[in-house]
């Protein structure tokens, strides 16, 4: 009977130039080596697997399970909230993706943080969701708008606030406020500041007594002469982001700046030299704390 034919390896036929293992003892640790390697690699990519199979598992059983890279990330009651209103709801926030994003992106870098947001929407739930761990609290002026977002969303944080102007008075504003001393650095103030008319000086005690790191002026109204216009918002933003004490600088957003109020107010008090960024009818300033000389030295002339 043949005798049965070994691997190659173990066997040396007639043509076999390198020789058997007695002959080429080093082969050995090499062919371990190789083993080993081998059923290493097989066995990892088996537990990967398997441990993908059960994280499948283990997911469409419970939310709950975390993949090991993003563990340092707590997921908070208010952003499951937001996934669920806006996987549900076909009314999307107004700002377009490229508006939202620059926001969204400053608020990654800076957040938990103090966030400020003038007016109520369809993208409150979503500005709160995105400072998570920060505070984020908003200013609405109309009540009854404000009763239905609050009703909708009662974890948000909101103040009804009271504007002292109308559109129709921009103009007249715009040019003569330096009139008013009390409406110039260094007098330039907000609390109890009836003398300057765009100072926001009745909010609540809570917003003045706060440094707030970003503020989105997205209200109130702007769009007919009765309504409130944004000049005291603007106004209020460059005061508050001129008096920070903490490091660092007042990111301010300011929407519909295709409008001639928005336009002119901001290029007065936010200033053109501190505008960042800009996308669709958002701008993004970064205002930092005016130097301390300026706030004390008399007769600053203007706010940039
Ligand atoms: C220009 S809207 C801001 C909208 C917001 N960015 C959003 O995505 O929904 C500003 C103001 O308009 C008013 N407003 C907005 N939507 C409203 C609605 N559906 N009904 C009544 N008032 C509304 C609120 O007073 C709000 O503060």
Not at 145 to 173: D, G, M
């Amino acid at each position: 009977m043949k005798k049965p034919q070994l691997p190659y390896i173990l066997t040396r036929s007639s043509n076999n130039r390198h020789g058997t293992l007695t002959e080429k003892p080093w082969l050995v640790p090499l062919i371990i080596a190789a083993t080993f390697t081998v059923v290493l690699l097989t066995t990892t990519k088996f537990l990967f697997n398997k441990r993908s199979l059960t994280n499948h598992f283990l997911c469409s059983l419970s939310s709950a399970y975390v993949t090991p890279e993003i563990t340092e990330y707590t997921t908070t009651p208010t952003q499951l909230l937001a996934i669920l209103h806006y996987a549900t709801s076909r009314t999307v926030p107004q700002q377009s993706y490229d508006e939202i994003r620059l926001s969204f992106d400053v608020l990654q870098s800076i957040a938990p943080c103090n966030f400020l947001v003038f007016g109520l929407g369809h993208d409150s739930l979503m500005w709160a969701s995105l400072n998570p761990g920060g505070t984020t609290l908003f200013l609405e002026e109309d009540p009854k708008w404000l009763h239905k977002i609050i009703q909708r969303v009662p974890t948000l944080r909101a103040h009804l606030v009271k504007y002292p102007t109308k559109l129709s008075e921009a103009n007249k504003l715009l040019s003569t406020y330096k009139k008013e001393e009390d409406c110039m650095p260094p007098n330039a103030r907000l609390e109890g500041n009836k003398q300057c008319k765009l100072a926001l000086s009745t909010l609540p005690e809570e917003v003045y007594k706060k440094e707030w790191d970003v503020i989105m002026i997205d209200a109130p109204k702007g769009y007919f002469a009765e309504a409130p216009g944004r000049m005291g918002a603007i106004y209020t933003a460059a005061v508050m982001s001129r008096g920070r004490t903490r490091a660092g600088v007042t990111h301010v957003f300011l929407h519909d700046v295709d409008r001639k109020v928005e336009k002119a107010f901001a290029n007065e008090f936010l200033c053109k030299k501190y505008l960042v960024k800009g996308a669709g009818r958002l701008w993004h300033f970064a205002i930092p704390p005016a130097p301390a000389a300026s706030r004390f030295v008399e007769n600053n002339s203007s706010f940039c």
